[in-house]
């Protein structure tokens, strides 16, 4: 029997979580952006490149009326080797959960990483409902299929010791993105992504991608839908790929993005880093005219 994957509370305490008490309280001092829908994925809470800090910031400035966590919330594939769960973890579980007591729609669809989530899919914990795929239906009629990905990619499915090599080539990558990232801060540099970087100047990923859009865009229109939203592949985008609608919402290691649904349908990627640059400019801006 494999390793049974250790999270700091059960699944049945989802539903309770949001009566415990953030570390970081919530901001409560912001006119929050609101959006019809909003997805996000590969936040890999339980490991050191959880990019936390900046996903709280997107939560405490953006709400909307459903919310899909498109797989890999947690990591279950490092929680197994080490255990590392700090208290800005919990802050957003509990941010997700209180979100879902004021009444917000929210879809949780597991990944591989947080595939002990599946054994649950079609219940609900605490107004999370867990479902392996969805269809959602966009304010201007387009249907789209809401699914992870990770049943697309041949390295995950056929190959899984490979997966978890190259899963620890990956977190070795993010090690350095921290400390690369934390140089920048004090050199008063903005945030920077060394794997995105790196994913954009080697061939081999950047066909892989290609390929891996082009899969899931096929099965969306064997499917008959209008468009397909997945996670998995850490790369934030939107195609038109023969017919079909591709979005992915990327990742909250190291792009840090969202994707967006507003009012009227119209979608959009949210790139949360600069999102904060140009909040601080506005701000340094407001205070330099005040000042003046």
């Known amino acids: 029997m494999g390793t049974v994957t250790k999270l700091p509370f059960d699944a049945a305490d989802l539903a309770d979580f949001h009566a415990s008490q953030p570390h970081r309280p919530e901001r409560g001092d912001i006119v929050r952006r609101r959006y019809r829908t909003v997805w996000i994925s590969d936040v890999h809470l339980g490991t050191r490149g959880c990019n936390a800090d900046m996903l709280i910031d997107f939560l405490d400035h953006v709400d909307s009326e459903t919310m899909y966590l498109v797989g890999d919330i947690f990591d279950g594939w490092q929680l197994k080797k080490k255990f590392y769960w700090p208290a800005s973890h919990n802050d957003i579980v509990w941010r997700i959960m209180k979100r879902a ?83 920048r801060r004090v050199m008063r540099l903005p945030y920077w992504s060394l794997s995105k970087y790196a994913k954009h100047k080697v061939k081999n990923a950047v066909e892989f991608i290609s390929k891996f859009e082009e899969i899931v865009a096929h099965e969306a229109k064997a499917r008959g839908v209008d468009g397909v939203i997945a996670g998995h592949i850490h790369t934030a985008d939107y195609r038109r790929i023969d017919g079909i609608d591709y979005y992915n919402d990327g990742d909250w290691v190291e792009g840090c993005t969202a994707l967006v649904e507003h009012d009227d349908g119209r979608m959009e990627i949210l790139h949360w880093a600069d999102e904060i640059r140009a909040r601080e400019a506005a701000e340094a801006a407001a205070t330099t005219r005040a000042a003046a």
């Open 101 to 183: 007591k004021r009444g917000t729609r929210i879809v949780y669809i597991p990944g591989n990483h947080d595939e002990m989530f599946r054994q649950f899919t079609g219940l609900d914990f605490g107004g999370v409902k867990i479902k392996r795929q969805a269809i959602h239906t966009t304010a201007d009629g387009r249907r789209l299929l809401v699914l992870h990905g990770d049943e697309f990619d041949a390295i995950t499915l056929s190959h899984r010791w490979l997966a978890h090599a190259g899963d620890a080539a990956y977190h070795l990558m993010m090690t350095l993105n921290r400390w690369v990232n934390v140089y």
